[in-house]
């Protein structure tokens, strides 16, 4: 059998370009699904496609070469500590002399981190605030740390302000000594205090030295909580320093590496990782996989692949020595970090990274009531800073999608309908008049209910039989998420909910028609439910006005719900309006 412990025939992959001047430090937002995004930042060794990770590398212990990281893993960029360099004067001295990528060996983006995590786990820095930024100058890292004051989550409030104000109290003169030079890291404390959290996103956003301000806002002070599952602080806090931090850079979420966190995280917010886990759980015998951490030796066989492991049992590699069991483990680890950090990259792209992180929220117990926590903030948002984040994300995610929802018990809160159903409750108007005319106030509404989508094709010709009887009814349509005005037939998520026949066969009971008409401003109305029969063929002459005024309607409401046209000024733009359409009597174009 192969060793492929010692030998990887990859091939070399190219040296990254520096970006232009003018760039440098440059966060480009390229595409969003809600509060994730995936970005490009710009730096000397290359850019930064986010989501990513920054594997954490120690300059005296490196379980992956750093330059097969690049070469086989394509990892982008990396973190060390500068601190640790900084102290051993071997490594220091090379550093000055010959920079820090060349020590490291590793041609992409290179970031450290100051000593402040040393300083909560050992407590024994010793270097000072200007001292570390001028020495991460020096050695020629792209994105540095500023020394920082770490907030322990037991820390008492007093000490939390006091590690705020500190840490702030040190920005402006950590930015004017990292010059042009150096980007620079401005880590946000606050301890499980929103407030506190919010107070220091808005100090470190808004601070400037003489080149500007600081490129990455790093949240810190989260392992202890990541130690203990403690998912629901950790995303309260994230949500809460977002709420005032500056919407165009980057947020690293300090010290969160595991696959299992990255779906929920990217979804809130979260632009960059960094972890030593891929070795630290190798060292341990343990694997990530997406939906949480195995042990070598609970496992007959593997429950996630990879290119390492394709080759190996768990049995060879238990009996494999230690370091060789370790560079095996490491190297499935970071693989699939990385595959998970491309699985979210892709779900964002199709607009399903919060269908992702609703699936892997039931891998942990801990992690599915941080999950529900959310989506409790997302209904009935807090006044605080959560509220804050909450509401903007639901506000920015695009309502409409392509492609099926999967109906799951969490669909109603998802923020893509979330943000949906409040603008057709704050948008949506009844008719200003009807077809035949008619300007009176609407008689009644008439819930279809039964009927699967296409509801142009189950339901029409029931729908014009009605308006036909009473040309002043309402139509609405009964689907699992909800009713919907039938203007809105053809929107997603309602007309592809991807579910089983049977989920159009269970209609709402009195109680939820009477809140979903309350949001509609329509329970002073009377209703009337009805199951359309079998669908005959379309007979349109002689009810042309009445076909006119459905499709006139389904303009109207459309430039109103989603673009913010004022129903008055679509019927304007409506009224001489034709169309053409296909053999199903479906508008393709509209002229006005």
């Known amino acids: 059998m192969t060793d492929s412990c010692f030998s990887h025939d990859v091939s070399t992959r190219p040296n990254p370009e520096p970006c232009r001047p003018q760039d440098k430090g440059k966060f480009e937002i ?11 930042l710009h730096t000397n060794h290359g850019m930064l496609n986010t989501p990513m990770l920054l594997p954490v590398v120690n300059p005296n212990i490196r379980t992956i070469e750093p330059r097969e990281m690049w070469d086989k893993y394509r990892v982008e960029g990396l973190i060390t500590n500068s601190y640790v360099i900084w102290k051993h004067d071997d490594l220091s001295s090379s550093a000055l002399e010959n920079g820090v990528h060349q020590l490291i060996d590793f041609p992409g983006v290179i970031v450290t981190d100051s000593g402040t995590f040393q300083s909560y786990v050992y407590g024994d820095v010793e270097v000072g605030v ?28 007093d000490e939390i302000e006091s590690a705020v104000e500190i840490t702030a109290e040190r920005a402006s003169i950590s930015l004017d000594v990292a010059q042009k030079d150096l980007l620079l890291n401005g880590p946000i404390q606050g301890g499980l205090h929103e407030d506190l959290r919010a107070l220091a996103g808005q100090l470190m956003g808004d601070v400037n030295g003489n080149d500007g301000g600081f490129t990455v806002h790093p949240i810190g002070g989260i ?49 960059i990782f960094d972890s030593a ?165 609407p008689k009644r509404v008439v819930i279809i209910e039964g009927a699967p989508p296409p509801w142009r094709e189950s339901s029409l010709h029931t729908i014009v039989s009605l308006l036909e009887e009473v040309p002043e009814s309402i139509i609405l349509i009964s689907t699992p998420i909800g009713l919907i005005p039938y203007s809105l037939e053809d929107v997603s998520p309602w007309s592809h909910i991807d579910g089983s026949d049977d989920i159009w066969d269970s209609p709402l009971n009195e109680d939820e028609i009477f809140d979903e008409l309350t949001e509609l401003d329509l329970s002073d109305l009377p209703y009337i439910r009805i199951t359309p029969g079998p669908s005959p063929e379309l007979e349109v002459k002689g009810k042309e006005g009445i076909y006119d005024w459905i499709d006139r309607c389904s303009i109207v409401d459309k430039l109103s719900i989603l673009n913010g046209v004022s129903p008055s000024i679509g019927c304007k733009m409506t009224s001489k309006m034709t169309s053409r359409k296909s053999k199903t009597k479906r508008m393709v174009n509209v002229y006005s």
């Open 30 to 40: 390229l595409q969003k699904d809600g509060a994730a995004r995936i970005g490009r």
């Open 130 to 157: 200007e001292e570390i930024v001028k020495f991460q100058r020096d050695i020629g890292v792209d994105i540095g740390t500023m020394l920082d004051v770490f907030g322990r989550p037991d820390m008492s409030r």
């Open 223 to 271: 392992v202890p909580l990541m130690e203990n599952q403690r998912y629901r602080d950790l995303f309260s806090i994230l949500l809460s320093a977002k709420s005032t931090l500056p919407p165009n850079r980057p947020v690293h979420l300090f010290g969160c590496g595991h696959p299992l966190l990255f779906p929920m995280s990217i979804a809130l917010g979260v632009d």
């Open 277 to 441: 886990a891929y070795a630290l759980f190798a060292r341990g015998n343990r694997l990530l996989t997406p939906t949480g951490t195995v042990r070598l030796d609970e496992i007959t066989e593997w429950p996630c692949s990879s290119s390492e492991l394709f080759n190996w049992t768990p049995e060879e590699v238990r009996s494999l020595d230690s370091k060789q069991r370790e560079k095996v483990l490491a190297r499935h680890n970071l693989e699939v970090t990385q595959s998970e950090l491309a699985r979210c990259r892709e779900a964002i792209r199709n607009g399903k990274i919060w269908q992702l992180a609703e699936e892997r929220s039931h891998s942990s117990a801990q992690l599915r009531e941080a999950f529900l926590w959310v989506l409790d903030q997302l209904e009935e948002p807090d006044d605080g800073p959560v509220g804050v984040s909450s509401l903007r994300m639901i506000s920015s995610t695009n309502p409409v999608r392509k492609g099926g929802e999967n109906l799951v018990e969490d669909i109603d809160e998802r923020p893509h309908i979330l943000h949906f159903k409040s603008l057709i409750a704050l948008r949506w108007r009844i008719p200003g008049s009807w077809w035949n005319g008619s300007l009176t106030d």
